[in-house]
């Protein structure tokens, strides 16, 4: 697959945490080169982070700086030096009940933080520039699955609101000088290597140990859980498949549908298209650990939306996107991760 492909060379910001680990993994096995950087933020394990580079540094197509995205001299020089065909950006302060905590580093890492990187591709006339954002902007919307074209403008915590603003700042890039954009609305990813501050991880976590854990809004939440392998695989099919403008169908009614506009830019949910309540997460993880949970139920927390659910019509039509892995399947291989590595990385 990789060897076919137009864009070689992809620089990935934020490639020790999460989804950046995983797609930089799987484009270095396909055989492109990837050149990453992470500033190893300490708001979740720094040993996980350091364990997830020891892999990526085991490839000799992978390079790596240990860079933070407001050092623009440091991020330049990488990234001129590297001359990537493609940027994937998902470096970011992540955590919707944190930014609660310390919303400063929302506005640093989320919003200023991508100007450096949309700087380097607006000098460098990028092929194709892809944002990680979030399920999170489409916050007070009520209409059930979330589409693209739906209104995202009421965040209902300051993490939506910096990825909303994120995405802003990538469109107005877009029309100003023709970076063609793919904003990706992430669906609570989940899977091996993944991040200890997530509810999944943590369950995992306490029940192994025989700790009680805590379920918000009463066990009401359904979260759309997409498995990490179907989340990477959706990324690296739209590599090459820059965005066109979308004009739309030249009505009054399309300069209110976010997903039109003049500017090669484009808007894609990616999840699995199946809400799942959280008690079945949990029962699940009971299952492959073989150890029962001690609940303690809690009230709906500040800037939580209730249910999540992705329409994925715009992947489908684009790459043909269909997500393959059930959340049974998912918590089986992330609890056998688990029990063989992930239990020695601090969840709190």
Avoid at 104 to 110: D, G, I, P, R, V
Avoid at 161 to 175: F, G
Avoid at 316 to 333: A, F, H, V
Wanted: with cysteine; charged share 25%; net charge neutral.
């Amino acid at each position: 697959m990789g060897a076919k492909n137009a864009m070689k060379k992809i620089f990935i910001s934020g490639a020790a945490g999460f989804l950046g680990y995983s797609t930089a993994r799987r484009l270095l096995e396909l055989g492109y080169k990837v050149a990453g950087i992470d500033n190893l933020n300490p708001y979740y394990s720094v040993e996980l982070k350091e364990a997830r580079l020891k892999i990526l540094q085991g490839y000799s197509e992978f390079i790596f700086g240990k860079v933070d995205l407001l050092d623009k001299k440091a991020v330049e020089a990488l990234f001129f030096d590297f001359e990537p065909d493609c940027v994937i950006h998902y470096a970011a302060q992540a955590g919707v009940r944190y930014s609660l905590v310390d919303p400063y580093a929302y506005a640093q890492s989320n919003v200023s933080g991508v100007v450096p990187i949309l700087e380097c591709c607006r000098k460098k006339g990028i092929g194709h520039f892809l944002l990680a954002s979030s399920s999170s902007v489409y916050g007070m919307n009520r209409l059930i699955p979330f589409k693209v074209n739906h209104p995202a403008d009421h965040p209902l915590s300051i993490y939506a609101a910096t990825k909303k603003a994120a995405e802003l700042i990538a469109h107005s890039y877009s029309h100003l000088f023709a970076i063609p954009v793919s904003c990706l609305r992430f669906f609570t990813v989940y899977g091996p290597w993944g991040r200890p501050d997530m509810a999944y991880y943590k369950f995992a976590s306490s029940i192994y140990r025989d700790r009680p854990i805590e379920v918000y809004a009463e066990g009401k939440l359904k979260r759309d859980y997409t498995y990490v392998d179907d989340v990477v695989e959706a990324v690296i099919r739209l590599i090459d498949s820059p965005p066109q403008p979308n004009r739309g169908e030249g009505q009054l009614e399309d300069c209110l549908d976010p997903s039109v506009s003049t500017a090669p830019f484009r808007i894609h949910n990616v999840g699995n298209k199946q809400p799942e309540n959280i008690l079945k997460l949990v029962h699940l993880i009971e299952k492959y650990l073989d150890k029962k949970a001690r609940i303690k139920f809690l009230p709906m927390p500040p800037g939580d939306v209730e249910c999540t659910y992705a329409d994925t019509t715009t992947l489908e039509k684009e790459i043909g996107y269909s997500p393959q892995t059930s959340l049974e399947e998912g918590i089986g291989r992330f609890i056998k991760w688990f029990c063989n590595e992930g239990y020695r990385f601090k969840t709190d």
